[in-house]
């Protein structure tokens, strides 16, 4: 064997050694890599510092005016504003045309006062009277002695009367009031010997048509020209 061929042999050898062991390495390097990236990855590093921030950028040309849109709907109707101040007084007006005359109220009158100057006896149930003083609306007879309601409403009625005894013994006075046959209030006196005088006054309710009198129990009422027996009434106010 000659010495070029046994140095091309030895020359082929070292390159299949050299390609086997590169083969190798790949192949190891390789796995390696997959385990270590698989657990033996290394703690990350820090962050690095940011960079500066750049030139700002010049301005550039205003552009020209756009073209003028078209006009919008109008909106809807705004709320009503406040209210503004007081304007100046006014001229004065013309003076108008009298008016045509009103209705006058009616006016409701009641009111009575009798009198009587003879003395009423013992018999005499119903009280009457021998004049007058006045009579408003003519409500009062004086002959049955009755006021008789026309207009409802609230009255007052008062009654006055003498009584006489001659006698030392002490004697009674009764008199009653009456509506409509129900004694209202009964007015008494007791007396010696002499003159005495009673006064009373009452305020009613009536409604038109109810009746007042004054009735006498058994008793002597005396009545004369300078104290006579008075009766009274009238209207306070309608209802």
Same mark, same amino acid.
């Given at each position: ?40 990855? @290394?703690?990350?590093?820090? *962050? #690095?510092?940011? &960079?500066?921030? $750049?030139?700002? %950028?010049?301005? /550039?040309? +205003? =552009? !020209? ?9 109008? @909106?809807?109707?705004?709320? *009503? #504003?406040?209210? &503004?101040?007081? $304007?100046?007084? %006014?001229?004065? /007006?013309? +003076? =108008? !045309? ?142």
């Amino acid at each position: 064997m000659s010495w070029p061929f046994t140095w091309c042999v030895g020359i082929l050898g070292l390159c299949i050694a050299i390609g086997v062991t590169n083969a190798f390495d790949e192949q190891g390097s390789a796995a390696a890599n997959n385990t270590c990236n698989a657990c033996c990855q @290394g703690t990350p590093g820090m *962050p #690095g510092i940011p &960079g500066t921030h $750049g030139i700002p %950028g010049h301005q /550039g040309q +205003k =552009g !020209d005016p756009g073209m003028k849109g078209k006009k919008g709907d109008d @909106g809807p109707i705004g709320l *009503p #504003g406040k209210a &503004g101040p007081v $304007g100046p007084k %006014g001229d004065t /007006g013309l +003076k =108008g !045309d009298k008016g045509d005359p009103g209705v006058q109220a009616q006016v409701r009158k009641s009111a009575f006062t009798a009198l009587r100057t003879t003395h009423v006896t013992p018999a005499e149930t119903f009280i009457t009277f021998t004049t007058m003083e006045l009579n408003y609306g003519n409500n009062f007879n004086k002959n049955s002695g009755m006021f008789t309601c026309q207009y409802p409403g609230v009255y007052y009625f008062m009654l006055s009367f003498l009584t006489f005894n001659q006698n030392s013994s002490e004697v009674r006075a009764d008199l009653d009031m009456v509506l409509n046959g129900r004694t209202i209030s009964i007015v008494t006196r007791s007396y010696s010997k002499g003159h005495a005088q009673q006064t009373y006054g009452t305020t009613l309710q009536l409604k038109t048509g109810d009746q007042v009198w004054l009735s006498n129990r058994n008793t002597n009422i005396h009545g004369g020209g300078g104290r006579p027996i008075t009766f009274t009434g009238f209207l306070i106010f309608d209802v």
